[in-house]
């Protein structure tokens, strides 16, 4: 058994265990408030306000000319889809067809970086879901990340990837909350000390939207069981960005799931412990449409 083998069994094992001992347990963005982490750019808008107008402008209203409006004039690409620069993003906005929409999730804004969850309808064969994270200067948007996957409609917990409370709350917490997942992130998912499983992680409420995944911390061990099993370990190498406003936090990480990959993860936290969990987890691709790399 590899050393990765062995911190998965213990993982299953802990949480499992932890579980038993207290029990089984839109169409537009909403309103994401403003913080004092979050910054306010030109003319009074906030890099939340920008992001949701140029995205709106741009792939609801179709109106292209708004790029020169929202967008660099240096925008650097790290989509898995997009080419380099205003250019590249003008030549994929350009590419939809008239089926192409999308349906806002969540966003939450943390001084020049704002992430919007949601899924794309139209941008292939099937519905994808996923994350879009925005950095913003001086007025415009500058820089793109994002990770989409194909939506599935029969998910373990019979929660969707999406579904769940969307309001932000908690904005006196959001520092707090931030330091909390920030250090689960570094201690249990990098350094893979799951005997901090549970200072993090509620043992009464862990609301699961992984597809493969049910509900609670038992859910998740066994699906980490049947993640290795079929040759896949849970294994995060780095930490890349920690975005949090309020009651969540999202996390932006590189690791291998199998291969080399992306992992988003997206954490609900109330009364200091995680009770909440959405994900994407995609491949690292051979080739990208640029040299910027994904992360």
């Not at 249990?188 to 049910?214: C, F, K, M, R, W």
């Not at 294994?235 to 949090?244: N, T």
Request: aromatic share 10%; with cysteine; charged share 20%.
């Amino acid at each position: 058994m590899t050393r990765t083998s062995r911190r998965l069994a213990a993982l299953s094992g802990l949480v499992i265990g932890a579980t038993a001992l207290v029990g089984c347990a839109p169409t537009a963005f909403p309103p994401a408030p403003t913080t004092p982490e979050e910054t306010t750019m030109s003319d009074d808008q906030t890099p939340a306000e920008i992001v949701t107008a140029a995205t709106t402008a741009v792939f609801g209203d179709r109106d292209l000319s708004a790029i020169d409006d929202y967008f660099g004039p240096t925008y650097t690409q790290h989509s898995t889809l997009a080419t380099d620069g205003v250019e590249g993003l003008r030549a994929l906005a350009g590419s939809l067809g008239d089926d192409f929409r999308y349906e806002p999730a969540r966003l939450i804004a943390d001084g020049d970086l704002v992430m919007t969850q949601g899924t794309y309808f139209g941008f292939g064969p099937d519905p994808l879901t996923g994350y879009d994270v925005w950095r913003v200067e001086d007025g415009k948007i500058v820089e793109h990340w994002d990770s989409l996957t194909p939506v599935v409609t029969e998910t373990v917990s019979g929660r969707s990837q999406t579904d769940g409370p969307t309001e932000v709350t908690d904005l006196d917490k959001t520092t707090q909350n931030k330091e909390l997942v920030t250090a689960f992130a570094e201690k249990v998912l990098v350094g893979a000390d799951y005997s901090l499983l549970t200072d993090y992680i509620s043992t009464e409420q862990y609301d699961q939207h992984n597809p493969e995944a049910a509900d609670g911390l038992a859910g998740f061990g066994a699906a980490v069981e049947k993640w290795a099993a079929d040759g896949k370990n849970l294994a995060y190498k780095q930490v890349h960005q920690v975005i949090a406003q309020g009651n969540f936090v999202f996390t932006r990480s590189e690791g291998d799931f199998g291969v080399p990959s992306i992992y988003n993860d997206l954490w609900r936290v109330q009364d200091g412990k995680i009770v909440e969990h959405w994900d994407v987890v995609i491949p690292v691709p051979a080739d990208l449409p640029h040299s910027n790399g994904v992360f």
